[in-house]
């Protein structure tokens, strides 16, 4: 068994922690969700979010990676043999997270080469679904392997498993020392030059005006609290992991507080540099604002092109730091997703890191083949929703009710952390993970059941839903229980109890 590795510094602990929150959702997501669900009124329902849910998860997290220093599967070993599985499922479900994550990030690389040059010319839209994406006519269809997405996904692959097999400070903590601060700069650049461009003040109106009516609305919680999790990647092991990885003292709390706010933060640059920008191009087409919002890859890889078109000067610079951005935002967040996969095989099966990082990491990037296919886009948008909607919010239910209420762990999560954190958590935290959390996304689940069973999801064919999304999420519930039936290798291991 290799020495359990450690982070360097706490500064590259929570450099770590904030690469994995800060990805693609700050910057393409979070924008039209709060401009969808409120305006400037959807700060009181994230807000709330962040403290009841977000933060809370985050320490809880944090605190069982600290104190059992393992692996999501290992740590919930240790708490109770019967909660291993849970582990697993979570590490399955970060596996898929991966398989297509890794193909968005290929398409940014893509997109920085394009930039030099705006190669996607004056028709952005059927320059990416038809030049790159060579997109399959009908959903469902999968076509042959687009070369063109193949060879940056092979790229970054090999990225990835370089970081990963130089280990934890060595290589995780390097690459986020270095990705995110070049980030923040880069997108700081972007968001003043958005600011300065005509009708930037429209789009920044439109983004805070707030419709305080809407909060009323069960459905606008339901998206903060959404937001949130996939936001801060709390409810599958990914935090769990990357604390596991502490030195014994460190400051639980704070760190959670940091991690969250710093997410945050990010999260309103990119509504400020987004909402400019889209105010910059209603002006130039002269619509409203409402007219030109959207989310997603539409926002990134077809709007933005129009609108860096439109650019005064300097187009292709801007490209560049706005597709660069989204490779940086996703690779440490890609990078977070491997890792807990990686550490969960390694103590599982007692096999060196290096393995561990191939034999998964070769598997995952043959399954994400599957995604650069004419038809990926599709396949992709299912199993996207889907482990969104149903895998991580079910199993970051699944952990709050089995931690809080089956294996009754809360008050030696508290006394532990505690002992360490300057910032003391109370009633209020317990309270928050064993009623708030679970009603809230009780209501999400049957929310999201009902509304499936009412109609597909994008009017797609049945089968498409059935193979990408319900069976991908029940094949990683059975293989969860599955593999935590088979033995630890590291018997050692699994002894020691809590060290710390
Ligand atoms: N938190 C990341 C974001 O906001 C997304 C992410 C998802 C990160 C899954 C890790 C794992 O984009
Ligand atoms: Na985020």
Redesign the pocket.
């Given at each position: 068994m290799e020495k359990r590795q450690q982070w360097g510094s706490r500064y590259g602990f929570i450099m770590a922690a904030v690469g994995s929150?800060?990805?693609l959702?700050?910057i393409w997501r979070?924008p039209a969700v709060a401009y969808e669900n409120g305006g400037g009124a959807f700060f009181l329902p994230y807000l709330f979010a962040i403290l009841t849910a977000g933060i809370p998860i985050l320490i809880m997290e944090f605190t069982i990676g600290h104190k059992y220093r393992g692996s999501a599967p290992l740590s919930l070993f240790r708490i109770n043999k019967k909660a291993e599985w849970l582990g697993w499922w979570q590490l399955l479900i970060s596996f898929v997270i991966c398989t297509y994550y890794s193909v968005i990030i290929a398409w940014a690389v893509k997109y920085t080469i394009y930039s030099f040059g705006t190669q996607w010319g004056t028709d952005p839209g059927s320059f990416l679904f038809g030049d790159v994406l060579k997109l399959a006519e009908k959903p469902g269809q999968i076509g042959g392997l687009v070369p063109g997405i193949v060879v940056p996904l092979l790229f970054v692959w090999a990225v990835t498993f370089f970081v990963l097999y130089r280990g934890v400070s060595k290589g995780i903590e390097k690459l986020n020392k270095i990705f995110l601060p070049t980030l923040v700069v880069m997108f700081f650049i972007i968001v003043v030059r958005a600011l300065t461009l005509d009708g930037a003040a429209q789009g920044l109106n439109a983004f805070f005006k707030p419709n305080w009516n809407m909060i009323f609305d069960g459905k606008v919680w339901i998206a903060a609290y959404g937001q949130i999790f996939?936001?801060?990647?709390i409810g599958f092991a990914i935090m769990l992991t990357y604390s596991s990885y502490l030195p014994k003292k460190s400051d639980i709390n704070n760190n959670a507080f940091i991690t969250a706010f710093a997410?945050s933060g990010?999260?309103l640059l990119a509504g400020i540099g987004v909402f400019a920008a889209l105010g910059f191009m209603a002006n130039q087409q002269g619509v409203a604002v409402d007219e030109v919002v959207s989310s997603g890859i539409g926002l990134a890889f077809v709007v933005f092109p129009s609108i860096i078109n439109e650019f005064p000067g300097m187009n292709g610079f801007f490209g560049v730091l706005f597709f660069l951005s989204l490779v940086f935002a996703g690779m440490t967040?890609l990078i977070s997703i491997v890792e807990t996969f990686v550490a969960g095989i390694q103590e599982k099966f007692n096999v060196s890191r290096t393995k561990a990082v191939l034999t998964s990491g070769i598997t995952a990037t043959i399954i994400s083949l599957l995604f650069a296919t004419n038809g990926g886009l599709y396949f992709l948008d299912v199993v996207d929703y889907f482990i969104n909607n149903f895998g991580v919010v079910t199993a970051g239910l699944v952990e709050v009710v089995l931690i809080a209420w089956f294996f009754k762990g809360l008050n030696g999560l508290q006394s532990h952390a505690n002992a360490i954190s300057d910032l003391r958590v109370g009633g209020w935290w317990k309270f928050c993970l064993s009623v708030v959390t679970p009603i809230i996304l009780g209501y999400m689940m049957f929310d999201n059941i009902r509304q499936n069973l009412k109609e597909n999801y994008e009017g797609y064919p049945t089968d498409l839903i059935m193979y990408g999304g319900l069976l991908v999420v029940v094949v990683s519930i059975v293989g969860g229980i599955l593999l935590s039936l088979k033995g630890w290798k590291t018997n050692k291991n699994t002894e020691q109890k809590k060290e710390a």
């Open positions: 929150a800060v990805g959702g700050n979070f996939f936001s801060l990647s997410n990010f999260e967040s």
